[in-house]
């Protein structure tokens, strides 16, 4: 059997949601709960908008209309992962450990909330390093 073969048997067998279930296929199967991706990719969205904000206002006074652009992005992106993490928060069900995807989500709203600040206040320095006339 070829290879890619194998490969493609692999990719086509259905994840396996709990360790229980991935016993009997191997350990590099097991992906994590659903609430756990969830809360993982809120957190990875969350911190993209930390770093965009980051770069957004180191590079306020520079000339182009891209220091505008990346605050609106970095305080879209940053209220976008806060808001996951706050809703799942909302809907978990039990506490750390239990794979409900609590620390994620909560590391998710506070890396939001930078984010969306970072956003804000390079925003709030765009406007006033504007040029008038």
Known sequence: MSVLLVLAAQAASP???TPAECAGQ????FLGTPERIWASVAA???LGGVVIGWLALRSVRRI???????????LMVGLTGGLNGAVKLAVADGGLGTGNGVFGAALALV??????????LA?????RTEPSG
């Open 15 to 17: 994840v396996c949601t």
């Open 123 to 127: 925003l709030a320095r765009s406007r």
């Open 26 to 29: 191997g350990v590099d199967t």
């Open 111 to 120: 890396l939001g909330l930078v984010g969306a600040a970072l956003g804000g």
């Open 44 to 46: 990875l969205v969350a």
């Open 64 to 74: 182009g209309n891209g220091r505008r652009r990346g605050a609106i992005v970095a």
